[in-house]
């Protein structure tokens, strides 16, 4: 995570003085916080907004992340969908709750997310990418290799979503094609170890 520097922290914290009830800048503090790995001290600045407003969407969300980021996903989920009861539609809270069942193993759950994202935003690469590794997950391999290359298609750089369809494309036993696609998320800047790629292309 890129570390903000400290001078909006100081003027974040300077506007609590002039709008003492208001959740923004605490919720922004947060934000900071969990940028600059402090995920505890995040938390804390988003309980402090939601004293000023029990309803405020974008801090539940944000307390959705800092819960991920500490592999709290349970809890993460129940916020995402509490700032989704409040009305915040987005493609990031919908896909953000998504990761949240996939890494929880609640495949179809991820599935349904990602699709609403996508819904949202038919052009959100990401949510294409993740719902391919939802369908992974669910051993819908084919389905998986289509998600990947729409999101392919969508962002021709997605050295990630090249990887993921090396995966499934091994799993499928397209050696060659799985060996062309793990070379292409190599040039793309992905990690690839020596071993990664025999397996891929042996």
Do not use: W
């Not at 391999?141 to 090249?162: M, S, V």
Request: proline share 3%; with cysteine.
């Amino acid at each position: 995570m890129k570390v903000i520097q400290n001078k909006p922290l100081y003027y974040f914290k300077k506007s609590i003085e002039v709008y003492p009830k208001s959740p923004d800048p605490y919720c922004n503090i947060g934000r900071i916080e969990v940028s600059n790995g402090n995920l505890n001290e995040a938390i804390n600045q988003y309980i402090k907004a939601l004293r000023q407003d029990p309803n405020h969407a974008f801090t539940y969300y944000n307390l959705g992340l800092a819960n991920f980021y500490k592999q709290n996903y349970e809890l993460a989920i129940d916020h995402y969908t509490k700032s989704i009861e409040l009305n915040y539609q987005s493609t990031s809270v919908y896909n953000d709750r998504g990761m949240a069942y996939l890494f929880s193993k609640k495949y179809q759950t991820a599935l349904a997310d990602f699709t609403k994202a996508i819904e949202i935003d038919n052009t959100y690469a990401r949510g294409y990418n993740n719902r391919g590794l939802a369908k992974l997950g669910l051993k819908d391999y084919k389905g998986a290799i289509e998600d990947y290359t729409q999101a392919i298609k969508l962002r021709p750089e997605y050295g990630l979503a090249f990887k993921n369809r090396a995966e499934a494309y091994l799993i499928l036993e397209e050696k060659e094609k799985s060996c062309d696609d793990i070379k292409k998320a190599k040039e793309l800047g992905q990690e690839i170890t020596k071993e990664e790629m025999n397996k891929f292309c042996k």
